[in-house]
């Protein structure tokens, strides 16, 4: 393995993981997210000579996975695609009500693509609003009404009565 | 929901949801050198690799497709198989034997030509797109480092349309920037309104603005250099044909950059209604 492949090799094994976790928030499902995370780091891959000495990979690497999620022409199957109920191979931590977490899942799924961006970048990865907005090449206040609209869509599908049976 | 409590229930949607095993560095360094040739004209070698990569290629452009074509797509086994190339376990997370990444949706006709009209009509846009480059520009031809192509051409299937890329090294001293230009034909599922066509291209995004040309709206989108591109162009013909032009002020090579971009925004502009750019279908 080249150098070159070493080093983008070290980073991806440093970041692919936490990289991996924004893209379940975003996809509401690990498979998806894999997929996701590979077509960013292979586009990383394609850059690695020119951005490999930025001060920091990161940001330009989420941003590559956030664009890359909202570009719905390419990728129209992740809104058909909604997070399931089903059994997994391994327990979840003690305690943790499996319902409770799908809900959330389901809730996100309900957001628009680009919303849903807003608020992964906004309450996950706790950029500021500034950040949000340069990850999406948009302006503060766009963010800002993105970011309410997401949470009201929560608000409205989280609180949605159950239809009786 | 409130903004704390919707913080909080995200984590705790991390925390509490299983992970698959970590993804595997090798296989993504796999994907990228893939990737890469994908983008480079492979010359004759006793190095080619092998695509073991799973692209689905549509029917119609096998080596038995519509007759007279003539392009043998450069591709894996052809399938219509979804998207994500390996079956969707029940569970709904990855089996730990199961982890390894699938090439994504991305590769859903991705095949390249490496013969026939189509690969032709690639190395053409490659001849033109030289012709625009100003003189002060040096064009350097062959491999430089990593066995990569400093000029390329490529015709590969898109998402249903056939895309040109041609793409050119440019050097000034010992500076090194890029000049691209990638032609979809009609049918393409790209924006139509110029700025959000503008900034669709490689997902540069960017500030964009609508220049207008000969009495034609073209959208110039300008990036912080982030994305990898500085400025990018994109123009719609009536017909469907989307022309994209873009400038970078830097490499994939390890030299200095430009120290400005080859084109105003008016000429990169301007560059998107070359008439031989305008690859008909």
Request: glycine share 6%.
């Amino acid at each position: 393995m080249s150098d070159r492949d070493e080093a983008f090799a070290e980073y991806f094994a440093a970041r692919s993981g936490s990289m991996r976790a924004t893209a379940y928030l975003l996809c509401g499902d690990w498979h998806r997210a894999q997929d996701l995370v590979q077509t960013t780091f292979t586009k990383l891959y394609l850059k690695w000579g020119k951005v490999q000495r930025q001060e920091s990979l990161d940001p330009y690497v989420r941003q590559v996975m956030i664009r890359t999620f909202i570009d719905e022409g390419r990728w129209g199957w992740w809104r058909r695609e909604r997070p399931h109920d089903t059994t997994i191979d391994r327990p979840a931590a003690p305690g943790a009500p499996i319902e409770d977490r799908l809900v959330l899942l389901r809730a996100l799924a309900e957001v628009p693509p680009r919303q849903r961006a807003v608020l992964v970048l906004r309450y996950w990865q706790d950029l500021s609003i500034e950040e949000t907005a340069a990850v999406l090449g948009t302006t503060t206040g766009t963010v800002k009404s993105q970011a309410a609209r997401g949470l009201a869509t929560l608000r409205a599908v989280i609180g949605a009565p159950v239809p009786a049976e | 929901m409130e903004e704390n409590e919707f913080r909080d229930a995200l984590r705790t949607v991390l925390t509490q949801s299983p992970e698959p095993p970590p993804m595997e560095s090798s296989a993504a360094v796999s994907y990228g050198r893939r990737a890469t040739r994908r983008r480079t004209v492979l010359t004759c070698t006793g190095a080619v690799i092998a695509l073991a990569a799973v692209t689905i290629v549509p029917a119609r452009y096998l080596a038995t497709g519509p007759a007279g074509d003539g392009d043998i797509p450069a591709a894996g086994p052809a399938t219509t198989a979804p998207p994500s190339a390996h079956a969707m376990p029940s569970d709904g997370v990855p089996a730990p034997d199961d982890t390894k990444p699938s090439w994504p949706a991305e590769a859903s006709g991705d095949a390249t030509a490496d013969t026939g009209p189509r690969y032709q009509k690639g190395k053409k846009l490659l001849a033109d797109v030289l012709k625009v480059v100003p003189d002060r520009y040096g064009t350097p031809t062959g491999k430089g480092p990593d066995d990569m192509d400093y000029q390329w051409h490529q015709a590969a299937i898109e998402n249903p349309e056939w895309s040109y890329l041609a793409s050119v090294t440019i050097t000034e001293e010992s500076a090194a920037g890029q000049i691209h230009v990638e032609v979809h034909e009609p049918d393409n599922q790209l924006p139509a309104e110029p700025c959000a066509l503008a900034r669709s291209f490689w997902e540069i995004g960017g500030q964009c603005q609508v220049v207008e040309v000969d009495g034609q709206k073209i959208g110039v989108t300008t990036t912080t250099g982030a994305a990898g591109l500085d400025q990018a162009a994109a123009y719609r013909y009536a017909d469907g044909t989307v022309v994209f032009v873009a400038q970078d002020r830097s490499s994939n090579f390890e030299r200095p950059a430009l120290a400005e971009v080859p084109f105003t925004a008016q000429q990169l502009a301007a560059l998107t209604l070359v008439k031989s750019f305008h690859i008909r279908a």
